[in-house]
T-cell receptor, first 113, second 115 residues
């Protein structure tokens, strides 16, 4: 079965640079979620999109922005990167069926030097 | 505000035995979903089981079952017949099913299965 695809899987950036993470949800899934997981931490909800519209916002820094495109893929744009942005970034997708189970992608491991 | 509490930072279990991982939650909403995820050392997040707040039966998925006690606001995960491959971090999570998509996670419980 198709799963959530994230690219790149690993990314190394310098401070103050920008990064773009991509997410391709499971086909026919209409909701995308972004999470940030720091080392030894639980995932923190950043933002979600339902049917290409932003549906909810969590602890996403102002330096970050995201959008969902017409083909339902989503991108998380991160600017002015800081050392503390080093983390595992997950994308998850779900379908409006009642259970709303979120299926996670493999994550993008970002290292900011 | 919603909150998930997992009070067991680490747990040990003997292979083939059952283990219960605790999760309590706090919300004033009546409509919510509770999830358990497994995160092995490789880092991926694997969905295990889901329980809706209106579900009267406890959810089961193979060796995983969820002991849902709504009045106590607890949603404990029971793993039966533990296997070495069950060694991982386990997260309990909650999403309100009305008015938003924000999902919160507990701090997690690291499970060690001993041979």
């Amino acid at each position: 079965a198709a799963g959530v695809i994230q690219s790149p899987r690993h990314l190394i950036k310098e401070k103050r640079e920008t990064a773009t993470l991509k997410c391709y949800p499971i086909p026919r899934h209409d909701t995308v979620y972004w999470y940030q997981q720091g080392p030894g931490q639980d995932p923190q909800f950043l933002i979600s999109f339902y049917e290409k519209m932003q549906s909810d916002k969590g602890s996403i820094p102002d330096r970050f922005s995201a959008q969902q495109f017409s083909d339902y893929h989503s991108e998380l744009n991160m600017s002015s990167l800081e050392l503390g942005d080093s983390a595992l970034y997950f994308c998850a997708s779900s379908q409006w069926t009642g259970t709303e189970t979120q299926y996670f992608g493999p994550g993008t491991r970002l290292l900011v030097l | 505000a919603q909150k998930i509490t997992q009070t067991q930072p680490g747990m040990f279990v003997q292979e083939k035995e059952a283990v219960t991982l605790d999760c309590t939650y706090d919300t004033s909403d009546q409509s919510y979903g509770l999830f358990w995820y497994k995160q092995p050392s490789s880092g991926e997040m694997i969905f295990l089981i889901y329980q809706g707040s209106y579900d009267e039966q406890n959810a089961t998925e193979g060796r995983y079952s969820l002991n849902f006690q709504k009045a106590r606001k607890s949603a404990n995960l029971v793993i039966s017949a533990s296997q070495l491959g069950d060694s991982a971090m386990y997260f309990c999570a909650m999403r309100l099913l009305t008015g938003g998509f924000k999902t919160i996670f507990g701090a997690g419980t690291r499970l060690f299965v001993k041979a």
